[in-house]
């Protein structure tokens, strides 16, 4: 993989990719992943009931909901470098301020300008800023930016784990939270709105210097616009299902500890590594393949789940499986639709797939909770969620690009 351009110039584009991936370190590495690891310590101090404390983080997707369309339609009017580094102020500034908060109206309201600050500096606008910086490997780098997440909360638990130990969550949330704050700030210095002129040429085959320029009241008169819609809306019912609801599943089938941490570490892992290996044989492949091999992956990894309800011995082979078609789609989501829609409009309508991806992702996770609750197992909720996967096999093998 080619990172120089002529004169042994190293590409631009790679330094743009490290900026996002350090804020995307701190956003979901530290804002999403780690965060919760106070939550019990938290609870415990503000005498809260079991549970009650997750009530702030779901109104953060809610309001990640709202914004999504309006950051997108900012995309397009203004400088991505000045939309993150608004975010980077505001997360900056909450993270700063967590230890200080005494009471659970005071985490609710963190939690609401935090999902504003998600939505001016998470997905949206390091996709938006990726897919002006890359063409041909456009691929790799979403997957590595994706991955930057796993990575941030790998290094950041540890540290967090200590702290809380020896000088409890306020501790762990002040001397874990200034770093990221400093990752978060030297992210901006190498942030970049576009490429210059050589830089394109470098990057973009000829086939795409010309965009497609779509408007979203254009894009609305595509029925391909309303398949991949549905089709990632199938997708993410089915991935934030299984994030949410695997560890109850672990639990129903009695295993011991050493079996549940083993089905973590493969899951993981393989998750790290479908992100990398979809975004590689996207940049080989058309997208539309890739992505189609990735949602039969995360098919087969949903069948496999379902079968070790009665065969507990496939539990090692699923957590590989769903671990990669899990990450895959993920990753190929976001691909597929820089693909169809990058152009003038890209942010609005990157903003609109992100809205609708997102609320289908909260009823997904609430869906498959409550059939587990009424029928007793998670036979039926795995019957859905197959049923979604062939759903958007479907939808995306009939999906047709707009020729320029």
Known sequence: MKVFTGMNKFYRGWWVLLGLSLMYIGSNGFGIYTIPLFYPSISEELALTKGVITQAPSNMYLILVLCSPFCGWLLDRFAPRVILGIAAFIMSVLFLSLSMISTFEQFKWY??????????????????????????????????????????????????GHFLETGGWRTAATYVGIPVVGIILLAQFLLKNRPTEEEFQYEWTSKNHHQQDLSLSEALRQPTFFTLLIATAALWFCINGILFNKDLFLTDLHLIPSQTANFASLFFFFSIIGKIVFGYISDKIRKKDAMLASIVVLGIGVLLLKTCLINTDLLAISAIVLGMGYSGAFTMIQLLIAEHYAGKSYGLILGVFTMIDTLAGSIGIRTIGQLRASTGSYKTSFEVMLTLCIIATVLVFFSRKKKV
């Open 111 to 160: 939690y609401l300008f935090f999902g504003v600050a998600l939505s001016l500096g998470g997905v949206i606008p390091s996709v938006y800023l990726i897919s002006r910086w890359f063409d041909k490997h456009r691929g790799i780098a979403l997957g590595l930016f994706l991955n930057a997440s796993s990575l941030g909360a790998t290094i950041l638990s540890k540290p967090s």
